[in-house]
């Protein structure tokens, strides 16, 4: 089975700091992987995924994550916070061996993100 | 394209009546979910579909039921509300040329009281 965390239910930044929201993953083979990103009373909206080839991933917004096998990790990071990427955002993994189902997607519970001005 | 649309935006129903929840997708994706949406708790899987004519249930089934009859249309159908049914509903949809990356629509806030 698949499962995802992520191990931060919140994460506050200043803005123009760094940010890093994290993500684990648990498959029984290779992964894909996802992040979306909520805004308030809004749908979700892809961010960015890794599927194979470079382990950094580049995405929208300026956005990026880093995919570490031997970790299981699949972190999203951003080099200099906005206060407008204050948002929910979701991690999300799909196991490519998962036989008949592995199209499907298991979501991780969400991390708020808050950029303080 | 329109992408994924879902109707309502909004309802409230009281304990017992039936519902329907409308979603459509113009991208002529294969598969199309369901999820619900609550504190804490993720995106759940309530329901999901590889193509018309085939459903099938996910991580919380019970209380809805799901059909598919086209590729473009994917209902979900609560039978008899329940206030563990309050929630925000998405209806998403993918395909296999993108790994299955889920395209995801507007939402629906239900309220069962």
């Known amino acids: 089975a698949q499962s995802v965390a992520q191990p931060e239910d919140q994460v506050n930044v200043a803005e123009g700091n760094p940010l890093t929201v994290k993500c684990t993953y648990s498959?029984?083979?290779?992964?894909?992987l996802f992040w979306y990103v909520q805004y308030p009373n809004r749908g979700l909206q892809f961010l960015l995924k890794?599927?194979?080839?470079?382990?950094l991933v580049k995405g929208s917004y300026g956005f990026e994550a880093e995919f570490n096998k031997s970790q299981t990790s699949f972190h999203l990071k951003k080099p200099s916070a906005l206060v407008s990427d204050s948002a929910l955002y979701f991690c999300?993994?799909?196991?490519?061996?998962?036989?008949?189902?592995?199209?499907?997607?298991?979501f991780g519970k969400g991390t708020l993100l808050t950029v303080n001005p | 394209n329109a992408g994924v649309t879902q109707t309502p935006k909004f309802q409230v129903l009281k304990t017992g009546q039936s519902m329907t929840l409308q979603c459509a997708q113009d991208m002529n994706h294969e598969y199309m979910s369901w999820y619900r949406q609550d504190p804490g708790m993720g995106l759940r899987l309530i329901h999901y579909?590889?193509?018309?004519?085939?459903?099938d249930q996910g991580e919380v089934p019970n209380g809805y039921n799901v059909s598919r009859s086209t590729t473009e249309d994917f209902p979900l159908r609560l039978l008899s509300a329940a206030p563990s049914q309050t929630s925000v509903y998405f209806c998403?949809?993918?395909?296999?040329?993108?790994?299955?990356?889920?395209?995801f629509g507007p939402g629906t806030r239900l309220t069962v009281t």
């Open positions: 498959v029984s083979g290779n992964p894909y």
């Open positions: 998403a949809s993918s395909y296999e040329g993108r790994g299955y990356e889920q395209y």
């Open positions: 999300a993994v799909r196991d490519l061996n998962s036989g008949g189902s592995n199209y499907k997607l298991t």
């Open positions: 890794y599927i194979t080839g470079d382990n």
């Open positions: 579909s590889v193509g018309a004519g085939i459903t």
